[in-house]
Structure formats: C-alpha cells, structure tokens
C-alpha cells in the first residue's frame, strides 16, 4: 500500500506523532512535490505517489525515538503497517544526507546502507534538509549545521549535486521559489 494524505496523516495519528512533527511532515512534502513536478517536467520518470507518501511520513519514527534512530525506527513501523517497501525505503533512508554501513554500525544500527539512493529517496532526503521545523530554509543553513554537528557535509552537498544534475537547476532555488509562491 502507498498511503495517501488522509492514510498517511492516520498513520501518523495512530502512532502518536506530535502536531510539530506532522506540521514538518507537510511542509517536507510540499517541497518535495514541488521538486518532483519539476523532475517530471524535465521528462525524469519518478514515483510521484511513493516521493509523497515518503515525505507525508519520513518522521513517524519521531513518534517514538527522537535520535537520529528514527528513520529506521519509521521505516519498521511502516513495515509494520503493510505499506509499500519503496516508501518504507525512503524513511529509512532520509536521515542526514544517508548513513554509510560502516556509520550504521558505530551507530548500533542494524546492518544495513542508509544512503538515499534512488531519485524518490534523494527528493524527499534533500527536501527534509531544506525544511527547518514548518519553514522552507536556504541550503547554506543546513550546511552550516551539518559542519556544526562534524556531519559528512560532502555527502550533503553531492545529494544536492545529484539532483541539480537531474533538474538542470539548482533544487534549492526550485523548492525557495516554490514555496514563496504558496
């Protein structure tokens, strides 16, 4: 099953999710839906309804773990749930900009990759780092985080990279000017 809007937002109701973490949830697939119009637009093939459902609830995990645990703490609650293993995929992989095997393990994580790896994963991924809180921000502020935090600000800035080579643009700007619009 990929959940639509009411089915997600149910989800969310069930397991406890707080109003600030749904607020960012629809702020988060705003963005992405503004980044997935555009993809199509340039002619990418991408799973509109997965990149929607991904982003509706890509934090469900905060619903019982607030550590960076909640994308695969998500992903097994929607596995739970019966829902379509592509969008269980991109919560598990939304997390910073991915967690390498090898940082999953230092993280006691169960063996696996959580590198955002398919255009539905990295849409939904980038445009979680371009929303703080309810608010679409510039990239430049979560760069600054992730090298506040020690992050692998690289991996961050290749996710971006990735997609500009996709859309021909900068993502950034498209996910800005689209959400200045509405």
Do not use: W
Request: charged content about 30%.
């Amino acid at each position: 099953m990929i959940p639509d809007e009411r089915q997600a937002l149910a989800l969310h109701a069930k397991h406890g999710s707080s109003e600030r973490v749904v607020s960012h949830c629809l702020t988060v697939t705003a963005a992405s839906r503004t980044l997935a119009d555009a993809l199509q637009a340039k002619g990418r093939p991408i799973d509109r309804r997965a990149v929607l459902a991904g982003a509706l609830l890509h934090d469900i995990g905060r619903s019982r773990v607030q550590t960076v645990e909640h994308g695969y703490v998500g992903a097994k609650i929607l596995e739970e749930e019966g829902v379509d293993p592509v969008v269980v995929e991109i919560v598990r992989r939304h997390v910073g900009a991915g967690i390498s095997s090898e940082e999953a393990a230092s993280l006691g994580f169960p063996k696996a990759d959580y590198i955002p790896r398919t255009l539905e994963q990295r849409v939904v991924c980038f445009a979680d780092k371009m929303v703080s809180g309810d608010g679409v921000r510039p990239f430049e502020e979560e760069e600054k985080r992730f090298i506040r935090k020690g992050h692998d600000v690289e991996r961050l800035r290749a996710l971006r990279k990735g997609l500009q080579d996709e859309l021909g643009e900068n993502p950034e700007k498209v996910a800005l000017e689209k959400s200045r619009e509405s």
